[in-house]
């Protein structure tokens, strides 16, 4: 059995590496991230919500509910299929959000 202690240790190397790709990537400079200006966490969390919202559920329009309002996922509305680009854009946003 692994040593937990090595398990936590190699997780945590690998979350340093991925912040770091991240923070130094050049399409996110730090004179860009506009949200960086407040650092109050409840308005960031506000803030995700917002686009979360509009860009993670199109415009509050959720996808695979059941019909009608039912409780029984047994009839569940067609979701309809993303539009193009959509992992992209909803990828960059996230990337953005943790930086």
């Given at each position: 059995?692994?040593?937990?202690?090595?398990?936590?240790?190699?997780?945590?190397?690998?979350?340093?590496?991925?912040?770091?790709?991240?923070?130094?990537?050049?399409?996110?400079p730090r004179s860009q991230l506009t949200e960086l200006a407040s650092t109050d966490f409840e308005s960031w969390a506000k803030e995700s919500f917002e686009i979360a919202t509009q860009i993670a559920y199109r415009n509050g329009g959720r996808i695979g509910i059941?019909?009608?309002?039912?409780?029984?996922?047994?009839?569940?509305?067609?979701?309809p299929v993303l539009p193009v680009g959509y992992v992209?854009?909803?990828?960059?946003?996230?990337?953005?959000?943790?930086?």
């Open positions: 059995m692994p040593d937990i202690a090595s398990f936590w240790n190699e997780r945590g190397a690998w979350l340093r590496n991925e912040a770091t790709a991240l923070r130094n990537r050049q399409e996110f059941p019909k009608g309002g039912n409780k029984d996922c047994t009839t569940v509305a067609a979701a992209v854009s909803a990828s960059r946003i996230a990337d953005r959000r943790m930086i």
